[in-house]
Nanobody, 126 residues
């Protein structure tokens, strides 16, 4: 049973950067689709970015393309979201999520993710 733990949230001014991390496993994690989601107060949860744990098949929400970068480390134990050029509308609770996936071609934000972290808050002030 996976246990996902996010870290790296905080407060930053618009235009700044933050880097979120999610501890996926103590061991090499293969054949998983992993992703970042976010939820702002009063809004529905939104998919931000997804990646297959071999590092392929990255997908991004239109709202973050060109500003955010999702990656998995070589040891396949940590998921990262580098967030640059942050905007006030990026303010939300950010969650990492995972689901076992039979192949990279079916890894996307529309997958039915079944394991979630507890979330980390990101606040961007204008």
């Amino acid at each position: 049973q996976l246990e996902l733990v996010e870290s790296g949230g905080g407060s930053v001014q618009a235009g700044g950067s933050l880097r979120l991390s999610c501890a996926l496993s103590e061991y090499y994690l293969s054949n998983y689709c992993v992703a970042w989601f976010r939820q702002a107060p009063g809004k529905e949860r939104e998919g931000v970015a997804s990646i297959y744990t071999d590092g392929s098949t990255t997908r991004y929400a239109d709202s973050v393309k060109g500003r955010f970068t999702i990656s998995v480390d070589n040891a396949k134990t940590t998921l990262t979201l580098q967030m640059d050029k942050l905007k006030s509308e990026d303010t939300a609770m950010y969650y990492c999520a995972a689901v076992f996936s039979g192949g990279s071609w079916i890894c996307s934000l529309s997958r039915d993710f079944d394991t979630w972290g507890q979330g980390t808050q990101v606040t961007v002030s204008s």
